[in-house]
């Protein structure tokens, strides 16, 4: 498996595309369709796209590239509202996601190609969701290095997001941690340094 890390927008948000054995997974495509499909080859097949939750920074390449390489985007049900109306995420942007969205489903799915994990972790948004594959976790803006996801934002809430990071407590030290933005870290180090899980 290979992971490239594109960062997009404003916000710079990370973009996992992730690859394996011709086949393409993409998470927040948060913008700039045209930097994020110039890293996927003419003959690989993209299986799926998925979003960890339904702000508008992690979202707004997501119709573009369903329709361009005719796959299916999977977010949390309870977040498609707010990744589809732009009433709801009053952050102040316009993305949102208007092609049909699909749910993720824990404890475990197949999209395509790819066999992953699904935990969902509520506290940045109600519908926040990681994904692991192997040791690689994609944590969204649930987790970050040294630091965690706001919770005054719209559906974020302080409760859910303290039962949601007793899961960091759970994963092997090991594990690789890809948040949502800023830079890429792991389980070893965030129990050691950050704040908010000790």
């Known amino acids: 498996m290979n992971i490239t ?25 948060g913008s700039n369709f045209e930097r994020i499909s110039s890293n996927i080859l003419e003959n690989e097949i993209v299986d799926g796209i998925i979003l960890t939750h339904g702000h508008f920074d992690h979202i707004g390449a997501a119709d573009k590239l ?12 309870l977040d498609m509202r707010l990744a589809s109306d ?3 995420d009053r952050h102040g942007f316009n993305g949102i996601v208007k092609e049909k969205m699909y749910a993720l489903k824990e404890p475990k799915m197949t999209i ?15 519908g ?14 649930f987790i970050f290095k040294n630091s965690i996801g706001r919770c005054d934002l719209e559906t974020g809430n302080e409760s859910e997001m303290r039962r ?15 948040p949502g933005h800023d830079q890429i870290t792991n389980v070893k180090d965030e129990l050691n340094n950050n ?4």
């Open 86 to 88: 732009p009433l709801v």
């Open 164 to 178: 949601s990071l007793n899961l960091i407590h759970t994963l092997s030290m090991d594990t690789i941690i890809y």
């Open 5 to 29: 890390t594109i960062k997009v927008g404003a916000y710079q948000v990370n973009c996992y595309v992730i690859r394996q054995n011709n086949h393409v997974l993409i998470i927040d495509p």
């Open 195 to 198: 704040p908010y899980l000790r």
């Open 112 to 126: 395509g190609n790819f066999n992953f994990e699904v935990y969902f972790t509520p506290g940045h948004t109600i």
């Open 66 to 77: 369903s329709r361009f390489y005719k796959t299916k985007i999977y977010i949390n049900e």
């Open 128 to 141: 926040s969701t990681s994904i692991k594959m192997d040791n690689h976790f994609f944590a969204g803006d």
